[in-house]
């Protein structure tokens, strides 16, 4: 089965620029989740969906950070406007059974901000 | 906010030697998982263990989940070159409402060098 893919690989933007991360998951997982992974760290949950609908953001940033998952499927991660603290992976994860298969990961966005 | 720590940070092993890496917490898990991840590529899942005082094997990797469910470990057994990656544990922070996204430690770095 195809995997979770995510767009762009790289990016890199000057602060107070905008930028957005696209995820589409794996066909038929109900729950989305982005992670941001600082360099030297283990990921950090910003926001879950479970279809369309958001079931945890009380990690992320609204003041800067949004994302949608407008029709159940594909994913957008925005921010705006970044700072220089938001250089990181942003990666993007979908489950079945979080418990019995675990998630599966995108290869994720490395976001530079200079 | 429930933390996951992960001990050694960095690991440098001969080819053949045994190691393991410990993920400890001060809070309970109904499950927890590790993950691998290699560099440019998310987290790959590795196993979940959920019952207290299991040990579930995977080749020559070993994993034993505390009786308590605060802690973990992984044991490699004659280490491979190809087992090089960061190894990451992962703690469910199920709070309700469906929002069930993973606590990740930092993970520990491990290099098996021929």
């Known amino acids: 089965e195809a995997g979770v893919a995510q767009s762009p690989r790289y990016k890199i933007i000057e602060k107070r620029q905008s930028v957005a991360f696209w995820c589409n998951p794996i066909s038929g997982h109900a729950t989305l989740y982005w992670y941001q992974q600082i360099l030297g760290q283990g990921p950090k949950l910003l926001i879950q969906f479970q279809n369309n609908g958001v079931v945890d953001d009380s990690q992320l940033p609204k003041d800067r950070f949004s994302a949608e998952r407008l029709k159940g499927v594909d994913s957008t991660l925005k921010i705006q406007p970044a700072k220089l603290e938001d250089s990181a992976v942003y990666l993007c994860?979908?489950?079945?059974?979080?418990?019995?298969?675990?998630?599966?990961f995108g290869s994720g966005t490395r976001l530079t901000v200079v | 906010t429930q933390l996951l720590e992960q001990s050694p940070q960095f690991l440098s092993i001969q080819e053949g030697e045994n190691l393991t890496v410990y993920c400890n917490s001060s809070?309970?898990?109904?499950?927890l998982q590790w993950y691998r991840q290699e560099p440019g590529e998310g987290p790959v899942l590795l196993v979940t263990?959920?019952?207290?005082?299991e040990v579930k094997k995977l080749k020559r990797l070993t994993f034993q989940f505390g009786d308590a469910r605060k802690d973990s470990s992984l044991h490699i057994t004659a280490a491979q070159t190809g087992d090089t990656g960061l190894y990451l544990c992962a703690g469910d922070s199920i709070s309700g409402g469906g929002a069930d996204g993973l606590t990740f430690g930092k993970g520990t770095h491990l290099i098996i060098q021929p």
């Open positions: 263990v959920v019952t207290g005082g």
């Open positions: 809070s309970v898990f109904s499950s």
């Open positions: 994860a979908s489950s079945l059974d979080r418990v019995v298969y675990g998630y599966t």
